[in-house]
């Protein structure tokens, strides 16, 4: 518990300090007369997918926007937001929601991008295990190593949430290895430092291809709807530039809908964003989140799935204030444009 009461307290006055040293985030005209903006992410992710299709393709563009990606990680792709460094943010629900306490100009989720968990757990063990069985799951995790990613990051959370859910102490049933870089998870197995790992695409495959661990064999992506990353903006945008947000939710409703209809689209789009990623590692990770259902196909968040990562950070210690829908998530654009 005091390790969370820090991490917050880390974190809100870190948002404190950004907020009062704030830069404009305006968008500006380009010499085509497109409007530029400024969308932060977390880490540079294959689960962005609809974003980098949208730029790719030009419907940005179509929609008289010119939109630039900056990665910042750590937390900071929310900050930066507060900071006034970045238009908007891709990132959970919940870490814009830590971000808003005692803002007077908070940020709200104007549209949905990945609905699920992208989150899932591997080992290198040959034995199998009943992860719908509580008891029989919990007793095969106690005791075990989990490279569990930076502590705060959403994967961390939702492996900590599930130990509790297990009836398991993340800090004294298990031993919990957080490393700040996510790819280094791979290696902490490899090398033996730890007996599990959590991690998305194109990792596991990475690590299948290594012969690090096996296919993951438990996914979070179980958990149905879950508003992993979606895009917000602050709340004095929506209500200045309306038109800009209306745009920019357009382009993104678009792109969701391409890539549900479109994998070679989506391949040609992940090849160019990850040229460094084999394509054997990028179909797999398209494979999966088709499998999984990944992508929001409407770009609707919900009221039921936002009670998921927020029932994470309560129980986890790392939020505990609350939250209401209405004034964490802003649908109108989604809705108008639905219709």
Avoid at 273 to 284: G, I, K, N, R, V
Avoid at 302 to 316: G, H, L, Q, R, Y
């Amino acid at each position: 518990m005091k390790k969370c009461k820090l991490f917050l307290i880390g974190f809100l006055s870190f948002v404190l300090l950004l907020a009062g040293c704030s830069s404009s985030s305006e968008p500006e005209k380009t010499g085509e007369g497109l409007q530029k903006i400024v969308l932060s992410e977390p880490v540079h992710l294959i689960g962005y997918l609809p974003i980098y299709l949208a730029m790719q393709e030009g419907y940005f563009e179509e929609e008289g926007l010119e939109v630039e990606v900056i990665t910042a990680t750590g937390g900071a792709h929310v900050t930066s937001v507060v900071s006034g460094d970045a238009w908007g943010v891709i990132g959970g629900p919940d870490s814009v929601q830590m971000a808003n306490i005692g803002s007077s100009d908070p940020i709200q989720s104007v549209v949905n991008v990945v609905n699920r968990a992208n989150v899932y757990l591997m080992d290198n063990s040959d034995e199998s295990v009943d992860t719908t069985n509580k008891e029989e799951f919990a007793a095969y995790l106690e005791g075990k190593t989990i490279a569990a990613g930076r502590y705060g990051g959403s994967p961390n959370l939702l492996t900590r949430w599930l130990l509790m859910d297990l009836g398991l102490d993340p800090e004294n049933d298990v031993k919990l290895e957080e490393p700040a870089d996510a790819s280094a998870v791979v290696s902490l197995v490899e090398t033996g430092n730890a007996d599990i790992a959590n991690g998305g695409e194109p990792q596991i495959t990475e690590g299948i291809n290594k012969g690090v661990w096996n296919e993951p064999f438990y996914s979070f992506a179980s958990l149905g709807d879950y508003p992993y990353s979606v895009v917000s903006v602050k709340k004095s945008k929506i209500e200045s530039e309306p038109e800009v947000v209306e745009s920019f939710v357009s382009a993104v409703m678009k792109a969701l809908k391409k890539v549900d209809e479109d994998p070679e689209l989506a391949m040609q789009v992940l090849k160019a964003e990850f040229p460094s990623t084999s394509d054997e590692s990028l179909q797999a990770s398209l494979d999966r989140a088709y499998a999984d259902a990944l992508w929001s196909k409407d770009g609707f968040i919900s009221e039921e799935a936002v009670a998921k990562p927020m029932d994470v950070v309560e129980k986890t210690g790392v939020y505990t204030e609350g939250y209401s829908y209405d004034e964490l998530i802003d649908m109108q654009f989604v809705e108008k444009l639905s219709e």
